[in-house]
């Protein structure tokens, strides 16, 4: 076993949840419940219409389908475990189950990251680059940056998760969040933890630093030539296109960069654990409406696709 092969004792760990409070199980459970539905159909119907609706086979669509990919694996991933938390009296999960939690955990917050850059740098090169969009972004650009945002999502997944199992962890076993999730793992470590949150720290900060890095710059790009249109068509268009993934960044690396402030009061694991729920289970959930709700694209897709369903 993985747990014997790193010296650690501790077999199992008990996931405290999201409230120990007796009278929240219940509304609580159904609220979570109800994300999960949501967030399942929401994301699976969504790529379902990008497949079936070929004037929705381009290099935007290609982006968000991939986002509700990952969206809908955040859901299979996070959810049910938490769901487990409502119902039964301890939240137990083995060690190896722990670290596959932790890697795609990561794996998937890492590429959501860089499909979220690719985005940013589709949506400048089709507002600032129009003429040359077809070319520049080429089904094999979009093929390359996808591949490397899931291959720089594993290499990330594979760096925290390696450090993570070479710990050794003797007696404490209560994981203080709803998941198995870096910094909770570090505090129940009985050996040095130094070289992790170093190697944790660079690599996190890295990621965050040129990812939005890259969306900003994008972005001013994008607003300078906005501020150089002259027609109000244009800069409806411009906004139209660009205000969904905006309102999703700014959800994303938000609620990420509150997670991530490293504090150790009671008060802040709580705080942490509110603001990882915003990117682990809300913003999955939201992703498929803030992307369809104002897309003309999506809604003609989706009354084509029912009419089919119907005759």
């Known amino acids: 076993m993985m747990a014997v092969e790193n010296g650690s004792s501790v077999t199992e760990f008990i996931l405290v949840g999201i409230t120990d409070q007796p009278q929240l ?5 159904l609220l ?10 929401g994301n699976f119907c969504l790529i379902n219409l990008i497949c079936l609706n070929s004037h929705l086979h381009t290099p935007m669509y290609f982006f968000i389908l991939n986002l509700s990919f990952i969206d809908l694996c955040h859901a299979f991933i996070i959810t049910p475990k938490i769901l487990m938390s409502f119902v039964v009296e301890k939240n137990i999960i083995s060690f190896e189950e722990c670290m596959t939690q932790l890697f795609f955990f990561c794996f998937f917050v890492y590429s959501e990251c860089y499909v979220l850059t ?14 040359m969009y077809t070319v520049t972004m080429s089904p094999q ?6 591949s490397g945002s899931y291959v720089l999502g594993f290499v990330s997944a594979m760096v925290h998760t390696g450090d993570m199992v070479r710990l050794t962890f003797c007696d404490a076993n209560i994981i203080n969040h709803y998941m198995c999730d870096i910094f ?32 900003f710059i994008s ?9 150089h249109m002259s027609s109000s068509q244009g800069w409806s268009k411009a906004f139209s296109t660009c205000g969904s993934h ?15 402030l490293k504090t150790s009061s009671d008060d802040s694991m709580g705080q942490r654990r509110f603001f990882s729920v915003v990117y ?9 409406f803030i992307y369809s709700l104002r897309n003309k694209d999506v809604i003609f897709a989706l009354k084509k696709t029912m009419k089919r369903i119907a005759n």
Do not use: W
């Not at 199980?25 to 459970?29: C, G, I, M, Y």
């Not at 933890?193 to 170093?198: A, G, H, K, P, R």
């Not at 905006?246 to 991530?260: E, Q, R």
């Open 25 to 29: 199980q219940l509304p609580f459970f």
């Open 32 to 41: 979570f419940l109800f994300n999960y539905i949501v967030t399942v159909l």
């Open 118 to 131: 690719s985005m940013a740098y589709d949506r400048y090169v089709a507002i600032c680059k129009p003429l």
């Open 141 to 146: 650009v979009c093929a390359l940056l996808i």
């Open 184 to 215: 909770p793992l570090l505090q129940l470590s009985c050996s040095s933890t130094y070289v992790n949150e170093l190697v944790d720290s660079i690599l996190v900060s890295t990621t965050a630093v040129m990812s939005t890095l890259i969306i």
């Open 219 to 227: 972005y001013v790009l994008i607003l300078s030539n906005i501020l």
């Open 246 to 260: 905006m309102i999703t960044v700014a959800l994303f690396y938000g609620s990420g960069i509150c997670t991530h």
């Open 280 to 288: 682990t289970n809300i913003l999955p959930m939201l992703n498929p």
